[in-house]
């Protein structure tokens, strides 16, 4: 085991549809993740956020870029090394409706995740499933009852114990709480946040709400058409965004203390021009230059490079510091 | 702006029902509210408070059955909607009231072309206009860009975004009076989501008409609206001018909401979850509604269920503890 961080992402890409015409749905994405930490991830739809996160677990083929776990590349994987690899990386996913085998009772589904990686001797299989549900909040009467027995934010607690079942160091959520009411997201929020802490696991957490990656995460990807085109810790990200993406995003979430502010004071917000281009198109100079407010003649032209503006605080954009 | 002008929308005591297991099930149980021409109403809750069909109601939407108005007036313009014949209310829908809808992919007909869309609404209600340049004009004032070829698109042709403007363009084509926003924006991106909010304002402005908003984003509401009803369990438990409700909640619901939602400018600790679940109407609870999720209620919220205290005409809540809570 290195010294290194425990997930080192290196410029990983995937690419879809034939060669001569790429899709870039992740286009060179490099970022690090250590244990007890939290990495948001957050872009609007189509900028390759969920993309990057399946394909970190081998859901989607990687085309090139390192993903080292523990200093071990986890893309050429195979066979039983790839399961040794599940076991220690899970997904929680957006649909606790869609994500849970109807047929499956939450017993056999749990009992088949405990097994499936042989880390609980069979006598001790019932313990552990009962031991799952308290964790998530859940009664262990219930590992007779069937998915559709079970509101929304019960299922995603189900989603997030089937995950834990296997003793991961390391959780990809995607968009765990978008498809919850209001009430309920806290509810899982606090769930998530509390777990992470006490099993010390990394956690990526893809979502395209920044206040609730706010509340959740450490640090803050944001990603466009691919590309990160933002890194920072959470509260400088917030603070002072050092790409116009960032700020038109921040600017662009209803937010009630903002909203009742913005009524006295009259302040605009930022509204972006158009929609996300499609990834199959390639844009000369900065991607986002068609819909910067900030645009200049430079960005129709060269490709700004991920750079270090502050210590641990990344942007893509040549004007940065003019922000 | 406040509710001094003229009432275009009154509902008085509204109940709808709906039948199909063993008992009804009370989605809506004494709702009022009115709506003043030009205002912009925001009705909030969570799923399954009766919010949407609330708003289907104001045009007698609500499919009967397994729909039934058990009662209840709905005056719109001093005329009752629950009492109209189908042709008067075929001039009511489309043309004085219409409505956006949270998903444009599945509102749209895929099988018909964009203009044809927009273009029937205004052939029904406005037979001597000419559909085709008002349509082109309606395309125009929701910022579709090249409306000319997008007359000959199909759904599936346009970003979701565009399609949202498409939605608009068909419900404004009529100039209604009443425009009911029903989670416009909840299945966009933030981006294309501001782009709406701004063109639904800018728009209510120009044409100068009423909008009712439906939605569960107290920040939405925070930003567009003049009133708002918070609903729960087909009750309103709270009303009020919406920067003063936002400020000083008064029922619990409405500020166990507003603790539950995670800030922009972050949160100090934990945010205070509403423990368990919306009811479901089929089963609710005696009492108050909302008293097993209320870390306020006491033994008369668990027999009694709160009656509606009005403290002006504007605002109101429906709970025993509320003063003491203040």
Known sequence: MSGGPMLDVQDVRVYYGSQQHPVRAVDGVSFA???????????????????????????????SGRVLLDGVDMVGLRGAKLKAFRSRAQMIFQDPYGSLNPRHSV????????????????PDREQRVAELLRSVGLDPAYTRRYPHEFSGGQRQRLGLARALAVEPELIIADEPVSALDVSVQVQILNLLKDLQQQLNLALLFIAHDLAVVRYVCHRILVMYLGKVVESAPAEALFAHPRHPYTEALLSAVPDVAKGLAARTTGQNRIVLRGDMPSPAVTIPGCPFHPRCHRVREKCRTEIPALREIESGHCTACHFAEEM | MSASGSKLVTVENLQVQFFGGTNPVRAVDGVSFDIAEGETVALVGESGCGKSVTAMSLARLVPQPPGC???????????????????????????????????????????????????EAICIHRPDADARAEALEMM????????????????????????????????????????????????LDVTIQAQILDLLRDLQKRLGMAMLLITHNLGLVAETAHRMFVMYAGRIVESGAAPEVLAQPRHPYTRALLEAVPRLEGTEGRLKAIEGTVPNPAELPPGCKFHPRCIFAGERCRVEEPVW??????????????????
């Open chain 1, 33 to 63: 993740l250590n244990r007890g930490e939290a990495l948001g991830v957050v872009g609007e739809s189509g900028c390759g956020k969920s993309t990057l996160g399946r394909a970190l677990l081998r859901l989607e083929p990687v085309r």
């Open chain 1, 107 to 122: 017993g056999g589904m749990l009992r088949e995740a405990v097994a499936a990686h042989n880390k609980v001797e069979r």
């Open chain 2, 69 to 119: 108005y058990a009662g209840g007036r709905i005056l719109f313009g001093g005329q009752d909607v629950l009492a109209m014949d189908e042709a008067t209310l075929r001039k009511l829908r489309g043309r004085d009231i219409s409505y956006v809808f949270q998903e444009p992919g599945s509102a749209l007909n895929p099988v018909f072309t964009i203009g044809w869309q927009i273009m």
């Open chain 2, 140 to 187: 125009r004032l929701v910022g579709i860009p090249e409306p000319e070829q997008r007359l000959k698109s199909y759904p599936h042709e346009l970003s979701g975004g565009q399609q949202q403007r498409v939605m608009i363009a068909m419900a404004i084509a009529c100039r209604p009076k009443l425009l009911v926003a029903d989670e416009p924006t909840t299945a």
């Open chain 2, 309 to 326: 205290e009005a403290q002006s005409p504007e605002c109101g809540v429906r709970c025993f503890f509320w003063k003491e809570l203040a």
